[in-house]
């Protein structure tokens, strides 16, 4: 609609005489907005329906008649054109003829197509005679076009082009018109047949080419007043809001493209551009309200958006702005929330999953009082999902101007606010002087420059099962290149829908590496995905290195793992994602507690993980070896005690307490976690039932015997037990080629971890066994991993479980 009222206005103020004539008698106002969809049909009985419906179809085909007819008239001089523009003396070059008239023709055969169509669905009613009954002439009243308007609708893609390639094309005109008498004679005295008399309209070129800009616009009109009047139970009514929606996206996305929609002029002459806008959540006086943000290329707009009394748009109330000269931004994630408001957060979350539920159900039933319900529930439903968008822990940004104001924004995505501060970033680097604005004149036309229409609610938009993700989708985050420096990062992956249940996960910090390596799972159940959104953050820097979006296809995804290499800027990060679609389950009013790890069976600990080595283990290998490995006697000198009770704590309750703590602490300490970690574990690590295999393997005497035997033995271990020993094995291995500065040979560390990774089974009072001493028993724990850690051909070990995958890039 912006784009229509500014095209209007700037051909009243070119002197361009009215070109939209009498076909647009039938288009409801312009001025006023279209309504959010679906649109529910006026409560005229059916049959008053129909007939206007009728009505409104046949206007419709007069419209498209006087249409084509402008588009041949525009599309007349072509042929000339182009054969002048190989003689000596061209009216256009070649490159000019085909830069006035592109995408003309296509529009001309779409709109020929569609026509020639509807002309055959109303032949019938247009060969009755004048005042005869309609309801007597044919028992089919309710015949379908649903499908010619989806069909047309998909096709809008042409006039994108067209509008692209709007202004260049007007240009030439304009140029051309002042410069060459022959193509001013030529754009002047352009005709064309308008009417039942034949009569012959004359337009501009200018006025003609201005034709389709002004046609795109009222396709959303069109279908909006159709839709008004074919009843709920009609085979059109779900097909026709699907092509306004369709419609509505397309012109909403030439609206955020316009230029002149997105620009202001200032009191000096300069353009204020838009550059993003978007809701967002302010903190003031202690409570959360949702705003409006808008960002200028010199300032940031905050209002507040006030629904208009009946009949009325919208408006937009000031609230804030700040230059964005001087501007200083903080960001961080909140906080947890007090006990309080997770609770009342998860049960939102649960009343928001039945209420979709019931809106779904009611949905699939086409009854006035069913509509009505439905329509109540969609209320309800806005105003929960509204609340949580609200409410829920997100990611801040604290803005400082050099004045000493401040404000804090909450974003509900991670990926979101990086998107705000890089825009912001932007605006700042282009070092644009802020010109004090006119705040009223400014905040009143918001509505009409804004790009985002709509809170962002999933209930507001437009349901389409077809590509959305109601399941459980897994990603599993590989490893990543490309970093520009040693850095201990992780991956933050968002998923979009419904707030009903968590949807952003992150992996461990990796390592301090330049290729860091996590092979964690991540699972996230979502309603109504389509996206998902990465982000490589580096936690000591605060600093976001790269983000992507991936769209997600659940025909490609659908159980089976799909590998894929996604780019992060100069980031590459290798994933495999997979998706599986069940029935969903309320989520839990109980806000989800971390388990504990310590005393835990592995097994336990690695199935809740999805892993094949626990993190706690991985976190402290990769910690030692990124600053213990020349330690002297690091594994056999304790760190302090009370600190590794105190990183036992946070690795059982809060995982990323823990691994900021792991950076931080003494490197004996994180040797002493590992170690009672390992120590605690209700059964360790080598089964008790291999205890005495192991003994008599290590009493063979042929060398080669006793490495087969005792690696066969190992290969028989539980799949976690198996790959943790043999990743602390290579570890351990890699701590003895430090030998001459860290003193801890394959005998020391054999010593150190035997009684810890190996223990003979427990007998108890009713059974025998041979008795073994306290002194053969540990001679029998060092020796077993001493032999171990002898062996040259250690099998690697596996972090995660293998994948039936696809390869995609």
Excluded at 231 to 246: I, Y
Excluded at 628 to 644: L, P, V
Aim: glycine residues 4%.
């Amino acid at each position: 609609m912006e784009l229509f009222e500014d095209s209007l206005q700037y051909l009243i103020s070119n002197g361009i005489p009215d070109v939209f004539g009498d076909e647009t008698d039938w288009i409801p106002n312009i001025t006023e907005e279209v309504a959010s969809l679906p649109y529910t049909p006026t409560c005229n009985s059916p049959e008053d329906m129909l007939d206007r419906r009728l009505q409104l179809l046949k206007e419709i085909l007069i419209s498209e008649e006087t249409y084509l007819n402008e588009l041949e008239t525009l599309l007349m001089p072509l042929k000339a054109l182009r054969a002048s523009a190989g003689t000596s003396q061209p009216v256009l070059s070649i490159e000019q003829v085909q830069t006035v008239f592109y995408q003309l023709p296509e529009l001309l055969d779409i709109h020929t197509e569609f026509h020639r169509n509807l002309k055959a669905k109303l032949q019938f009613y247009l060969d009755l005679e004048p005042g005869l009954p309609l309801q007597l002439s044919h028992e089919n009243l309710d015949m379908t076009v649903g499908d010619l308007f989806i069909k047309f609708v998909s096709q809008l893609g042409v006039y994108r082009g067209f509008i692209d390639n709007y202004e260049n094309a007007v240009d030439i005109v304009k140029k051309c018109t002042q410069s060459d008498p022959r193509f001013r004679t030529l754009a002047q005295s352009m005709k064309f047949t308008k009417g039942s008399d034949n009569s012959r309209a004359m337009y501009t070129f200018e006025a003609l080419l201005y034709k389709p800009l002004d046609r795109v616009t009222k396709t959303t009109l069109v279908l909006h007043d159709l839709l008004k009047h074919t009843p709920a139970d009609h085979h059109d009514s779900a097909v026709l809001q699907e092509a306004l929606r369709v419609s509505s996206s397309f012109l909403s996305g030439v609206n955020e493209g316009s230029q002149c929609k997105t620009s202001v002029t200032l009191s000096r002459g300069e353009r204020r551009q838009l550059v993003r806008d978007g809701f967002v959540v302010e903190v003031c006086d202690g409570g959360r309200s949702l705003r409006h943000l808008f960002l200028y290329t010199d300032l940031l707009l905050c209002v507040k958006l006030k629904c208009g009394a009946m009949g009325r748009q919208p408006y937009y109330r000031f609230c804030w702005y700040m230059p964005i000269a001087g501007l200083k931004m903080n960001w961080a994630a909140e906080t947890e929330a007090s006990a309080d408001l997770q609770l009342k957060i998860s049960n939102m979350r649960v009343k928001v999953f039945h209420l979709r539920q019931t809106f779904q159900q009611l949905m699939k039933e086409k009854k006035d009082s069913v509509c009505r319900a439905a329509d109540r529930c969609r209320r309800k439903l806005e105003a929960c999902e509204s609340w949580l968008v609200t409410h829920k822990p997100s990611f801040i940004l604290e803005l400082h101007s050099h004045s000493s104001k401040s404000h804090t924004i909450h974003f509900p995505s991670f990926y979101e606010l990086d998107e705000w501060r890089e825009a912001i970033n932007t605006c700042k680097a282009e070092n644009v002087e802020t010109v004090p604005p006119d705040l009223l004149s400014l905040t009143n036309s918001c509505v009409k420059l804004r790009m985002t229409q709509q809170l962002p609610l999933c209930c507001l938009q437009p349901d389409n099962e077809k590509n959305s993700m109601c399941g459980s989708v897994a990603v599993i985050v590989h490893s990543a290149c490309g970093l520009q420096q040693p850095a201990s990062v992780y991956l933050c992956v968002e998923v979009d829908g419904y707030e009903i249940f968590d949807r952003r996960a992150q992996t461990c910090l990796s390592s301090y590496s330049l290729m860091p390596q996590w092979d964690q799972e991540l699972e996230l159940k979502v309603d109504g995905a389509q996206t998902i959104r990465l982000l490589c953050v580096s936690q000591s820097e605060e600093k976001i290195l790269g983000r992507a979006i991936i769209q997600l296809n659940p025909v490609d995804t659908l159980k089976k793992w799909k590998k894929m290499k996604v780019s992060l800027g100069s980031i590459e990060v290798m994933l495999s994602i997979k998706y599986s679609p069940h029935l969903l389950e309320p989520p839990s009013s109980a806000p989800l507690q971390q388990k504990p790890v310590f005393c835990v069976l592995i097994e336990d600990v690695a199935r809740q993980e999805h892993v094949l080595v626990p993190h706690i283990v991985r976190s402290c290998v990769d910690e030692v070896e990124r600053r213990g490995m020349e330690e002297e006697g690091i594994y056999r000198i304790s760190g302090a005690s009370n600190e590794i009770q105190t990183l036992k704590q946070a690795f059982n309750t809060n995982y990323w307490e823990a691994m900021s703590k792991v950076r931080s602490a003494d490197v004996n300490v994180v040797s002493g976690t590992l170690k009672l970690y390992l120590r605690e574990l209700p059964e360790p690590l080598i089964p008790s039932e291999y205890f005495q295999r192991l003994s008599k393997a290590m009493d063979l005497s042929d060398t080669n015997l006793r490495a087969t035997t005792m690696l066969s033995e190992l290969q028989s271990f539980p799949d976690v037990n198996r790959n943790t020993l043999l990743f602390l094995l290579h570890h351990l291995k890699r701590v003895a080629l430090k030998e001459e500065m860290n003193k801890m040979s394959l005998s020391n560390l054999a010593t150190v971890f035997g009684p810890t990774l190996m223990r003979p089974p427990v007998v108890s009072l009713d059974q025998c066994a041979l008795s073994v001493d306290i002194s053969q028993e540990v001679e029998v724990q060092v020796h077993v991993i001493y032999l171990y850690l002898q062996i040259p051909n250690l099998p690697e070990a596996l972090t995660t479980q293998p994948l039936d995958t696809e390869e995609d890039s």
